[in-house]
């Protein structure tokens, strides 16, 4: 399986399906807050509410990005330390190659 995933940032084909399989781009303002995060924080740490920000200023809705926020995280996008997130990296390098 590690192998797998390991080959999935080398091949454009399976890394849009795996991006596909997380949902992140099932709808347009999913895919708004996830950018808007990648944009703001890259791959370095941050917290709830700092996200929630970073989606709000991209929207202009925080009711919105609260939702958007929390919807990414429910499809598992962050990777977690304590309180601080961070874009998960598999799925931000596939994402980054979808581009």
Not at 12 to 18: G, I, L, P, Q, V
Not at 59 to 84: H, K, S, T
């Amino acid at each position: 399986m590690l192998r797998r995933l390991a080959g999935v940032r080398a091949d454009r084909a399976e890394a849009s399906a795996f991006v596909e399989a997380t949902g992140v781009h099932v709808a347009p303002l999913l895919a708004a807050g996830y950018w808007a995060l990648d944009d703001e924080f890259k791959g370095d740490p941050f917290n709830l509410e700092g996200a929630v920000t970073a989606v709000a200023l991209k929207i202009e809705d925080e009711g919105e990005a609260r939702w958007i926020v929390n919807c990414l995280d429910a499809l598992q996008v962050f990777d977690r330390e304590d309180v601080q997130l961070r874009l998960e990296p598999l799925l931000r390098q596939c994402v980054t190659l979808r581009v």
